[in-house]
């Protein structure tokens, strides 16, 4: 027993031990239950949030969730890149009523709220005039924990300036403040994207003053989100916190959100907080952003439609040619909707493409009887494209396309003295401002000379045509050059008492400011589209705006429409 005893003794020695030597390793110096990651907090450290477009189409209850959730993510403050009304209007009252509105809502923040101006806020001199008076300053800045908050209007005047004394506020402040450790420029539209902007000279002031800094810009305006660098820092785009869009995913640019940012020690990092997600800063870069506006429009796809002789449409072909220009491999789906009075064969069609590859789908269009080409309904083709990221992330873009049933004969010019003979008799122009440039109208031709452009429409000619009719397919012809450089003539439908372009198809693509690119050469130019359905076309107008270029001459304008053979003419029997 004694043995026994002096054994057990031994072994529960051994086990005791054996626990003291396993708790001493498991106290080993700096073992603890958490990361060796730093705390994130720090007495310079901070966070806010900024608020995208709510208005320019405004959709319900968006902002109201949008303005939820700050509140139970508390930033700092929250900032805003414009369009906070809908604005466009020289009523006093309704634009009180409409600001009044807006700081209402905004005032639902338990934080502080930061107003700046978009173009809806400020479209003519009336508006300018109440913002002013209400909020006391059109542009701004302030300094918060070393960072540099510079607020910008790009409405001085409108449209699309920033006026040499804004410019000068601006580089004083970066002057002055020229130590801070960041710098946050926030501005409604995007003046290194927009065509008015990127070669307006307060901007190009600004851009001279940033260079050397660190510094971020934020802008709206597009309703499209785009990450872009430019000298190596972040220009970002934002999409929409409520206003128009089709809301088409991340992939696209399309979605709804709050961007936050939260300021450390160095770079701020920037996230994107979808109202159905969190995204991540690059969710569109530049380079995705060609991709999608590419296969949005779906530029894939090319078609001349669908040809007839006949003015009773019977049955024909549609040559569908798919080419991928993209560096990215595509994966193409198409599908004709339901057609009340039409039959296509095939229905529905996929194509696999490479970069740099094409292929053509062949589509039989039968008519179930044979029909007036005005009566025709639009024949719509439902598209798809998908292609995957370099980081892996897949994209999917849908499109639509009208594929045009049209004659082939073309009736007598729609328009009066096309060379501009004379006096220019039959066409009207205006010069919006006269700093814009000149013009003059006679003499063979129209002349325009561009000094400094107050908008895409600010010089130009138009005039009535004898006669359109809805749904009807057209052919305009003219002949152009800009002494100035490669320019752009925007084409343009309208109609009296109309704000806004109809929105016209050309090769199946709705448009409403048609861009004609003309070069230093006198060249000849072709547009057919088909004009809307929906709209009287009694005083319609054709326009051709000249300010995107510098010293353009136009001349030989003629607009025919596009028909079958006369009414009455037998079809030939459908098979």
């Known amino acids: 027993m004694a043995a026994r005893r002096r054994v057990m003794t031994a072994l529960a020695l051994v086990i005791v031990l054996s626990i003291c030597s396993f708790a001493a390793a498991a106290k080993a110096p700096g073992a ?5 990651k730093p705390v994130l907090e720090a007495a310079d450290r901070f966070q806010f949030a900024i608020m995208a477009d709510v208005t320019g189409g405004r959709r319900p209850d968006v902002l109201q969730t949008a303005l939820k959730d700050l509140n139970l993510m508390q930033p700092a403050f929250v900032m805003c890149i414009g369009d906070l009304t809908e604005g466009y209007t020289e009523d006093p009252q309704e634009i009180r009523k409409q600001r009044d509105a807006m700081v209402k809502e905004m005032s ?21 005039k109440e913002w002013d008076e209400r909020f006391g300053r059109l542009y701004y800045s302030f300094v918060y924990h070393d960072a540099l908050f510079l607020c910008l209007d790009t409405e001085d005047p409108p449209a699309t300036r920033i006026s040499a004394e804004q410019a000068q506020y601006a580089c004083d402040q970066l002057k002055r403040y020229r130590h801070v450790r960041w710098t946050f420029v926030f501005l409604h539209k995007p003046m290194w994207l927009e065509a008015d902007g990127m070669n307006d000279p307060g901007w190009q002031t600004i851009v001279k003053a940033l260079a050397g800094r660190p510094h971020t810009v934020f802008a709206g305006h597009y309703h499209n989100y785009v990450q872009a660098k430019r000298n190596g820092r972040d220009y970002i785009v934002l999409s929409t916190t409520g206003g128009a869009s089709e809301v088409r995913g991340p992939g696209v640019g399309e979605f709804d959100h709050i961007t936050w940012v939260t300021l450390d020690g160095g770079e701020p990092a920037v996230a994107n907080l979808a109202l159905s997600g969190i995204l991540p800063k690059d969710v569109v870069t530049e380079e995705t952003a060609k991709v999608n506006d590419a296969i949005s429009r779906a530029a894939y796809l090319t078609t001349s439609g669908v040809a007839s002789e006949r003015q009773l449409f019977a049955e024909g072909a549609a040559e569908l040619r798919l080419s991928n220009e993209q560096s990215y491999g595509l994966s193409i789906k198409g599908a004709f909707a339901e ?13 696999t493409l490479a970069p740099g590859a094409s292929q053509t789908v062949t589509a039989k ?19 798809s494209a998908s292609y995957t990221r370099l980081d892996g992330r897949p994209v999917t873009v849908s499109a639509q396309r009208s594929v045009d049933i049209h004659g082939t004969h073309e009736g007598p010019d729609l328009l009066r003295n096309g060379r501009f003979e004379g006096q220019g008799e039959g066409w009207f122009q205006w010069v919006h401002a006269p700093e814009a440039g000149t013009l003059s109208v ?15 429409w600010s010089i ?17 012809r003219l002949k152009a050059a800009d002494r100035g450089g490669a320019g752009v003539i925007y084409f343009q439908l309208a109609v009296d008492g109309q704000e806004t372009p109809l929105a016209v198809l050309i090769d199946g693509q709705a448009s ?13 130019h072709t547009v057919e589209f088909v004009a809307p359905t929906d709209i009287d076309l009694t005083h319609a107008k054709i326009v051709l705006a000249l300010a995107g270029t510098k010293d353009a001459t136009l001349t030989d304008v003629s607009l025919r429409e596009v028909v079958g053979a006369p009414p009455g003419t037998e079809a030939a029997p459908t098979k």
Do not use: C
């Open 365 to 383: 269009v039968t008519a179930n009887r044979p029909t007036d080409l005005y009566d025709l309904k639009p024949l719509v083709l439902n598209l």
């Open 512 to 524: 409403q400011y048609h861009p004609i690119a003309v070069g230093e050469a006198m060249a000849a």
């Open 442 to 456: 006679g003499n063979g031709q129209a002349h325009a000379v561009i000094k400094n452009p107050q908008g895409w």
């Open 460 to 476: 130009g000619v138009g005039q009535y045509p004898e006669r359109m009719v809805r749904g009807g397919r057209y052919r305009l």
């Open 108 to 128: 639902g923040l338990d934080m502080r709220f930061y107003f700046l101006p978009g173009n809806h806020d400020l479209s003519n001199p009336t508006m300018v």
């Open 32 to 36: 603890h239950p958490w990361t060796d």
């Open 339 to 351: 057609h009340p009075q039409l039959k296509t064969e095939p229905g529905a069609f996929e194509a």
